[in-house]
């Protein structure tokens, strides 16, 4: 498939190392994905589900214990420990790859070894770049060829070139305590090994897109980004992008492919989706700041994906999709907690059990999920495969804050939004063990995935904003999660949100009046459209905007301890907007 010197030798060294049977090169053809799901299921390593209701559809149970990334066996293997910083784990590289490649070797014997070249983003588009990964699970190879652009096509566009990143992947004996997930950022490296999980294994995904990209973009004075990146179009035709990044569990995916309320689309409003998990952005030719979704697919939660919270992901996953750890129902169709009010009561649960819906132990995995191309979502933007990307008006930052955020507002400059994606924090909520209510600091969403030092992530953010100048996006933060004093949710959120986009937008083209407060700038509570909105009135909005200084005060304290914990690392800018904010709530 390729003459390239580079890639055919670094493959001869990986036979060397894990001795495959076989190796088998994916071209990206559908007649060998289509042989490679016969043989997946024929060894049991997928089950065919029901092609009359799930079409191409499949249907894979992981190994229980490799059900989610692994934090803390996810190591940044760069030369110096301080260039991985205080938020990642790290190890030395030669120590790395002598302990990997002493877990790899020989773990392909009886095994084929399957070369997967991918491209992250459209084939071709200079915002795109290529991978190869090397793995010996099928499942892998089929849910790389969703989730990226895979084939011939890619080694074609690579060339003789060196610049592409390598990756190995040993599923071994998904043995949990050798499990480990390795990004070498100056070898342009990824190992993965002893897991079948997502989010470890697919490398293009949060180890090449993420953690060895955002190294990558530092040097090369572009950004890497955990954000979802959607289109608001209005009734004339007009399209206005914007990126967001959130936390966990605060509905980005919902976001990314929001449906607007009914008044809004009675007018012509559309929504239109580009990504829902990365965005990659470099200044275009025109000075501005241009995004793509490197990903080819979703891979998205399935618990409380249903007809009402994302019509757009439900009907993304109705055919040729993979679905992992969820219900399995008689009739080879598919069920999980929050799809509909009638679970199943003859199923198997994610484990393969039979499973009693009564027993109040959930049946689908609370992390299993969809593997989907992004074709098939209804709301895909037609921008989608654009090499350019698109242009970016505004990038948002968000987080599920009880009481201290507002719902929106907006940075005062392009350093006041760097400090307020810095601060971004989430608080914990009963869904997961532990105390609820703790904030947990997750600067930009990117917590799990600098590839780098966070503190020179953001002296990089802060240079990004120079080089933009006054052609670089507005900054705004949301927070759809304010309660009453009796824990309900204020403000209606899912498409509702729309009128808080509406408001951004508005700002960004200059025809919205806002009013200046300690933290930026707020709308004036008439200017969030509440046209339609049961029990919201511009009281609410008038509460959901409130600020109360002695939290805000605690908030800045909070981000002053990140900062100290990162150390010299943090721009001195950074520190100079924590103390400005403090000197105006103080006021
Ligand atoms: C994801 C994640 O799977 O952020 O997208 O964990
Ligand atoms: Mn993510």
Not at 87 to 112: C, F, V
Not at 168 to 177: F, G, I, M, N, S
Not at 178 to 200: H, L, M
Request: glycine share 10%.
């Amino acid at each position: 498939m390729t003459n390239n010197k580079t890639i055919l030798a670094w493959i001869d060294e990986m036979k060397a190392l894990v001795n495959p049977d076989q190796v088998v090169w994916i071209d990206g053809s559908e007649e060998q994905l289509e042989e490679l799901r016969k043989e997946a299921v024929e060894s049991g390593e997928m089950i065919k589900l029901n092609q009359e209701k799930l079409p191409g559809c499949y249907y894979h149970r992981t190994a229980p214990n490799d059900v989610a990334r692994v934090e803390d066996r996810t190591l940044i293997c760069s030369r110096k420990e301080e260039d991985a910083g205080p938020t990642n784990h790290w190890k030395e590289p030669q120590e790395a790859y002598k302990m990997l490649y002493d877990i790899a070797r020989g773990s392909y014997k009886g095994r084929t070894m399957y070369v997967i070249p991918y491209s992250m983003g459209p084939v071709g588009s200079s915002l795109a770049k290529i991978g190869v990964e090397l793995t010996d699970s099928i499942y892998v190879v089929l849910n790389m060829s969703i989730m990226t652009r895979v084939g011939q096509k890619v080694m074609d566009v690579l060339g003789d070139s060196n610049d592409w990143v390598r990756g190995l992947h040993c599923k071994c004996d998904v043995d949990p305590e050798k499990r480990w997930i390795c990004q070498f950022p100056e070898d342009n490296t990824i190992i993965s090994v002893n897991s079948a999980y997502g989010g470890n294994v697919l490398l293009g995904k949060k180890c090449f897109a993420l953690r060895i990209a955002s190294y990558q973009a530092k040097n090369e004075g572009w950004m890497a980004e955990h954000m979802l990146i959607l289109g608001v179009e209005n009734p004339k035709g007009e399209v206005k992008y914007v990126c967001a990044a959130f936390p966990s569990a605060c509905g980005k995916t919902n976001l990314a492919m929001m449906i607007p309320p009914e008044g809004y689309r009675a007018k012509g409003y559309k929504v239109w989706t580009v990504g829902d998990d990365i965005a990659w952005m470099r200044k275009g030719p025109d000075g501005r700041l241009y995004a793509i979704n490197p990903e080819n697919g979703f891979f998205g939660v399935a618990p409380g994906t249903s007809e009402k919270t994302n019509p757009n992901a439900l009907a993304a996953t109705r055919k040729n999709t993979i679905f992992t750890n969820v219900v399995l129902k008689p009739d080879g169709t598919v069920w999980w907690e929050g799809l509909d009010k009638n679970p199943p009561t003859d199923a198997l649960n994610w484990k393969g059990e039979p499973w009693d819906p009564a027993s109040g132990v959930p049946g689908a995995h609370p992390n299993s999920r969809f593997t989907s191309p992004a074709v098939n979502c209804p709301c895909i933007s037609s921008e989608f495969e654009n090499p350019q990307g698109v242009p970016i008006s505004a990038i948002i930052f968000g987080g599920r804050r009880a009481k201290t955020a507002p719902l929106v507002y907006q940075s005062f400059s392009w350093a006041h939004g760097v400090y307020v994606g810095s601060a971004m924090a989430s608080e914990t909520t009963a869904a997961a063990a532990g105390a609820v209510g703790v904030v947990r600091r997750d600067p930009m969403a990117m917590r799990p995935f600098f590839g780098y030092n966070v503190g020179d992530y953001f002296a990089h953010w802060l240079e990004m904003g120079k080089k933009l100048g006054d052609k670089a996006p507005k900054i705004f933060n949301v927070n759809w999660f304010r309660t009453d004093d009796e824990g309900h949710f204020i403000w209606p959120g899912f498409g509702d949100n729309m009128r808080v986009l509406m408001w951004i937008l508005k700002r960004c083209k200059g025809e919205a009046e806002a009013v200046e407060t300690a933290i930026g700038y707020e709308p004036k509570p008439e200017d969030i459209d509440i046209t339609g909105l049961d029990g919201v009135t511009v009281d609410t909005i008038k509460g959901l905007l409130d600020v109360d200084k002695e939290l805000w005060l605690e908030d800045v304290k909070g981000v002053e301890e990140l900062y100290a914990q990162i150390g010299d690392h943090v721009p001195a800018e950074l520190h100079a907007e924590a103390a400005a904010l403090r000197e105006r709530l103080s006021k």
